[in-house]
């Protein structure tokens, strides 16, 4: 039962793109974004729910994550700084785990120890079902969309070029909420998804 609750919680996704991108084959920029709703998920270590239709803010960063992967630990802490500087900007980060359940550190507890360990300022959802992670064509973990007021896809790849923070050069989805945000044009709309590759159950 609690299964179909689940199910029943995230059916409003949008389908499929006819046209879909460089790199993602499901979805493209430009896309609405799927919806979801009914998400048990954690902030500041309490227990909440997450539906997109609930947050106002006028750009939401949707990131698809998996504690269990070293990559996504490797981007914690630039998480945890990109959420702090846009707080009260505007700007809400939403991460989404959408693991195959037979892990346990990526479900509602998991993601609880997770975030009070790392001190995560962010809202963390996780959807047993798959359905919000195939729907937004999502491939690997740590996966970004940039979505703006309207709820469409703006961005949709990595948060920067290179997995070694020191190395970085190209800021992609804080140069996308940027120009979100001062009504400028984004120069990159889309980049390869990097990171630990998704597990998704067989229909």
Same mark, same amino acid.
């Given at each position: 039962? !609690?299964?179909?609750?689940?199910?029943?919680?995230?059916?409003?996704?949008?389908?499929? &793109?006819?046209? =879909?991108?460089?790199?993602?084959?499901? *979805?493209?920029?430009? %896309?609405?974004?799927?919806?979801?709703?009914?998400? @048990?998920?954690?902030?500041?270590?309490?227990?909440?729910?997450?539906?997109?239709?609930? +947050?106002? #803010?006028?750009?939401?960063?949707?990131?698809?994550? =998996?504690?269990?992967?070293?990559?996504?630990?490797?981007?914690? #802490?630039?998480?945890?700084?990109?959420?702090?500087?846009?707080? $009260?900007?505007?700007?809400?980060?939403?991460? +989404?785990?959408?693991?195959? @359940?037979?892990?346990?550190?990526?479900? *509602? @507890?998991? *993601?609880?120890?997770?975030?009070?360990?790392?001190? &995560?300022?962010? /809202?963390?959802?996780?959807?047993?079902?798959?359905?919000?992670?195939?729907?937004? $064509?999502?491939?690997?973990?740590?996966?970004?969309?940039?979505?703006?007021?309207? !709820?469409? /896809?703006?961005?949709?790849?990595?948060?920067? #070029?290179?997995? !070694?923070?020191?190395?970085?050069?190209?800021?992609?989805?804080? %140069?996308?909420? %940027?120009?979100?945000? &001062?009504?400028?044009? *984004?120069?990159?709309?889309?980049?390869? @998804?990097?990171?630990?590759? /998704?597990?998704?159950?067989?229909?």
């Amino acid at each position: 039962m !609690r299964k179909v609750l689940l199910s029943l919680a995230v059916v409003s996704l949008v389908a499929v &793109s006819a046209f =879909a991108g460089k790199y993602n084959k499901v *979805i493209s920029v430009g %896309d609405k974004a799927p919806t979801f709703s009914g998400l @048990p998920a954690v902030q500041n270590g309490e227990d909440t729910s997450l539906s997109l239709s609930d +947050i106002k #803010d006028d750009v939401v960063v949707v990131v698809f994550l =998996a504690n269990h992967c070293p990559v996504v630990k490797a981007y914690e #802490d630039r998480l945890i700084e990109f959420t702090n500087a846009y707080k $009260g900007k505007g700007v809400k980060v939403v991460g +989404i785990s959408v693991s195959n @359940p037979s892990l346990d550190q990526d479900k *509602i @507890p998991g *993601i609880k120890e997770y975030t009070k360990e790392h001190k &995560s300022n962010y /809202i963390y959802g996780y959807d047993e079902t798959q359905a919000v992670g195939k729907a937004y $064509g999502a491939t690997n973990t740590p996966q970004f969309f940039v979505l703006d007021k309207e !709820r469409k /896809i703006r961005y949709t790849g990595t948060l920067d #070029d290179n997995q !070694r923070e020191a190395s970085v050069t190209k800021t992609y989805v804080k %140069d996308a909420v %940027d120009a979100l945000l &001062s009504g400028k044009t *984004i120069e990159t709309e889309e980049t390869r @998804p990097q990171g630990c590759g /998704i597990s998704y159950k067989k229909s």
